[in-house]
């Protein structure tokens, strides 16, 4: 119990420190990305570098997912759940994970093309596919061998379903295999259990198979293991499937919302003041801008009837950003005001009502995130 409980505490303050990161990561990572978007505006389609900035765009993306992934774990953030293709799920980890996996590991894969939809977290789903894969291969580390992911569409009969406590109907199911040291039966019994962990000190929290198993209980699902001792282990997912359509992806060309309204943009760093201030500006806005919450109050006071809308960050010295809001409001209380957080777990819709925002935008947001929030708040506004 006395372990569980330092282990407990241990997990709490690698969750505050994850915030910490992730809130620094996320400015930087929005720097990076809106950069790169106002760069590939600049740059000719036929021009070869606006190739390399889509791919540092691609980069950027996935490494606000892993920044997410992150806070998930290290607060158990629950997000909105979305149909989602479970295939361009698993393949995506499957690219992030390829250069951290071994060489002497074979990866082999059987994912059919077709669209198999579930409700999910997709930030959670990552989640799982990173620890069973990362798992799958801790298991072959020192001499190597095959990892084997099969996905499938499947019908469970009722004594099927009954068998794994499931309803009948269609799942997709998921199968990952290892041909590792395998798991004995003293082990597979308290595989699931939070702290159980057979890796060495210093190498696992013993929380990886724990939160997987939580993750797919949460979203309807099954999860179980077959192995023996030196012969590799196989662990088995079933997820029920959707007939809803996933929402399609915004495409770099599509059209964005503009206009011409009087912003107001506060963040304490001078790097994504400079990017914001430029984003709104191409979409037809005046802005005026600053990095001290204390001088975007004196600005406001100033000319408040001026601004139609204020953009501030959350997180900032000597004022933080729902302090701004509120001293905002004081001064004119039907100004709507966007709330921009790189700690989404900080952050949601019933506090955004108590602060008085109207909305609040996870960082790093892209230029279609931005446009349509700025929009459809000032467009409530009228």
């Not at 990552?126 to 580390?141: C, D, G, K, P």
């Not at 000597?318 to 921009?340: F, N, Q, S």
Request: hydrophobic fraction near 40%.
């Amino acid at each position: 119990m006395e372990a569980q409980l330092c282990q407990t505490h241990k997990m709490e303050a690698i969750g505050t420190l994850a915030g910490g990161i992730a809130h620094d990561f996320n400015n930087i990572l929005g720097i990076i990305l809106g950069n790169t978007e106002l760069a590939m505006d600049d740059v000719p389609e036929w021009n070869p570098a606006c190739l390399n900035l889509e791919e540092i765009r691609i980069a950027g993306i996935r490494a606000r997912d892993v920044v997410r992934q992150l806070l998930s774990f290290a607060h158990k953030t629950d997000q909105e759940r979305k149909p989602v293709i479970i295939n361009s799920i698993i393949i995506d980890v499957l690219k992030l994970l390829r250069f951290s996996i071994p060489a002497n590991i074979e990866i082999r894969h059987n994912i059919p093309k077709g669209p198999e939809v579930i409700l999910a977290d997709p930030t959670q789903l990552n989640q799982v596919m990173i620890n069973l894969f990362t798992n799958a291969a801790h298991a072959m580390e020192k001499d190597g061998g095959i990892l084997e992911i099969n996905v499938e569409s499947v019908n469970l009969t009722a004594s099927t379903a009954q068998f794994h406590d499931l309803s009948p109907g269609p799942y997709v199911k998921l199968s990952v295999s290892d041909t590792g040291t395998g798991i004995g039966p003293e082990i597979k019994d308290r595989i699931f259990d939070p702290y159980f962990t057979t890796k060495e000190v210093g190498k696992g929290s013993g929380m990886g198979l724990s939160v997987v198993h939580g993750i797919v209980m949460n979203h309807n699902g099954a999860i179980s293991v077959d192995s023996e001792l030196g012969k590799g282990a196989t662990f088995t997912i079933f997820l029920p499937t959707s007939k809803r359509e996933p929402v399609p992806e915004t495409t770099i060309d599509e059209e964005l919302p503009t206009g011409k309204e009087m912003i107001l943009f506060v963040d304490d760093e001078e790097s994504i003041v400079k990017m914001g201030t430029q984003r709104l500006k191409r979409l037809g806005y005046k802005v005026e801008s600053t990095t001290s919450p204390i001088e975007a109050l004196d600005l406001f006071s100033s000319k408040s009837d001026q601004f139609d809308l204020v953009i501030t960050d959350l997180t900032m010295p000597k004022m933080t950003g729902d302090k701004l809001v509120k001293a905002i409001l004081d001064i004119r209380p039907d100004i709507p005001i966007i709330l921009c957080t790189g700690c989404s777990e900080k952050i949601n819709s019933e506090k955004i009502r108590e602060i008085g925002a109207a909305v609040y935008l996870e960082k790093p947001h892209d230029k279609h995130a931005l446009s349509k929030t700025v929009r459809r708040v000032l467009d409530k506004k009228k």
